[in-house]
């Protein structure tokens, strides 16, 4: 039992850190604070896609030439995923942001329930 939670141990914080992210979006009123929650849900997938992509043994896919045995190499498929999601995740993150300033300048809140009640008082829904 202790050995398949440390062969797993990223996999597991991943499930972790993903369902404290979702927890965070689903239950935080705070606009910002559930862009932390994507972030932390987020970097729970970038975790999984590259635990997965690691294999013990193996070396980064760089031609050599000592190593000509392609068995030798991990995937570099999930290392480029994750360096793409890193890149689409800053970016949603930026504008997330850029948006809820906006909005806070506009209804003066970063509270959602408030934000709704103020939107359908100036009739904007």
């Known amino acids: 039992m202790l050995q ?18 979702f927890a965070n979006m689903m239950l935080q009123d705070n606009l ?5 929650g994507f972030n ?15 294999i013990d043994g193996k070396v980064a896919p760089i031609v050599d030439e000592a190593l000509t045995n392609p068995s030798l190499y991990i ?20 504008f997330s942001l850029a948006l809820i300033l906006r909005i806070y300048q506009r209804y003066r809140t970063v509270s959602l ?13």
């Open 75 to 94: 995937n570099p498929i999930p290392s480029g995923l994750v360096l793409t999601g890193i890149v689409v995740s800053v970016s949603i993150s930026a």
């Open 113 to 125: 329930r408030e934000l709704l009640e103020r939107m359908e008082k100036e009739g904007d829904r």
């Open 32 to 36: 910002v604070r559930k862009v932390v």
């Open 4 to 21: 398949t939670i440390l062969d797993n141990r990223f996999s597991i914080t991943a499930v972790i850190l993903f369902g404290i992210g």
């Open 40 to 54: 932390i849900m987020d970097s729970a997938i970038f975790l999984m896609l590259a635990a997965t992509g690691y």
